[in-house]
Structure formats: structure tokens, C-alpha cells
């Protein structure tokens, strides 16, 4: 019996509210860039091709908006969903500063050990 209420009470706290500094990560201004469109789509553990509400990925299935994050929650919650350039990492599928940079630091690299190989022969 114990170990019953023990399980239900881990998965209550799943939705207690979080402490005063929690600040939440996953939101449309945070993750929507100049040229991407962001939107949020309202979610619950029982959405889906089973329920009359259907899950976010329904919704946006076959259009340009791809699955961002999610804010926190257990039996709800809110996804982002955005359309457009990458809005995580760092930013190497573009190429960007942080690629050049990589890129001449290999170089510099290869012309170290070269000229080093020269000195021994």
C-alpha cells in the first residue's frame, strides 16, 4: 500500500508550479528569429488521433513549422512551433562567423605541424 501512494505522489508533484525564479525557456519571443514565424500550440497527455483535440504535430503536419521545445508540464503543456532558419545551436548549419573562425583555425593548425615536419627533415 505504501509503495502505491508513494508512486501516485511522484507523478502529482509533476505539475506542482514551479519555484518564484523559475523563468520558462520555451517561449515564441524567446525562440523566434528575424525571417522565422513562431507559434504556440497548447497540448495535453491525452491529445492525439484518439481525442477529439488533436496533438501539435497533427496540427502542423505537412506545413513548414517544425517542433521547437515545449514549456514545463506533465499533463499539460505548450509547444513552439517555428517555420524558417535554425533557432538552436550554433548556428553551423549556416556557416556563419563560428564557422570561418573554425575553419581558419584549422588552417592555422595544418601550416604549424607542416612547417614543423619541415624542421626535422
Same mark, same amino acid.
Request: aromatic share 8%; with cysteine.
Given at each position: 500500500? +505504501?509503495?502505491?501512494?508513494?508512486?501516485?505522489?511522484?507523478?502529482?508533484?509533476?505539475?506542482?508550479?514551479?519555484?518564484?525564479?523559475?523563468? &520558462?525557456?520555451?517561449?515564441?519571443?524567446?525562440?523566434?528569429?528575424?525571417?522565422?514565424?513562431?507559434? &504556440?500550440?497548447? $497540448?495535453?497527455?491525452?491529445?492525439? *488521433?484518439? $481525442?477529439?483535440?488533436?496533438?501539435?504535430?497533427?496540427?502542423?503536419?505537412?506545413?513548414?513549422? &517544425?517542433?521547437?521545445?515545449?514549456?514545463?508540464?506533465? *499533463? *499539460?503543456?505548450?509547444?513552439?512551433?517555428?517555420?524558417?532558419?535554425?533557432?538552436?545551436?550554433?548556428?553551423?548549419?549556416?556557416?556563419?562567423? *563560428?564557422?570561418? +573562425?573554425? +575553419?581558419?583555425?584549422?588552417?592555422?593548425?595544418?601550416?604549424?605541424?607542416?612547417? &614543423?615536419?619541415?624542421?626535422?627533415?
Amino acid at each position: 500500500m +505504501l509503495f502505491i501512494a508513494l508512486l501516485f505522489s511522484l507523478t502529482a508533484r509533476a505539475d506542482v508550479a514551479p519555484g518564484p525564479f523559475y523563468r &520558462e525557456k520555451c517561449t515564441v519571443d524567446k525562440k523566434e528569429q528575424r525571417g522565422t514565424e513562431c507559434q &504556440e500550440c497548447s $497540448s495535453w497527455h491525452g491529445a492525439g *488521433s484518439d $481525442s477529439a483535440e488533436p496533438a501539435c504535430a497533427e496540427q502542423y503536419e505537412g506545413t513548414d513549422f &517544425e517542433y521547437v521545445c515545449q514549456t514545463r508540464g506533465a *499533463s *499539460s503543456w505548450t509547444e513552439v512551433w517555428c517555420d524558417g532558419p535554425p533557432r538552436e545551436g550554433c548556428g553551423c548549419a549556416t556557416g556563419g562567423a *563560428s564557422g570561418a +573562425l573554425g +575553419l581558419l583555425l584549422l588552417a592555422g593548425l595544418a601550416l604549424t605541424r607542416r612547417q &614543423e615536419g619541415d624542421d626535422e627533415g
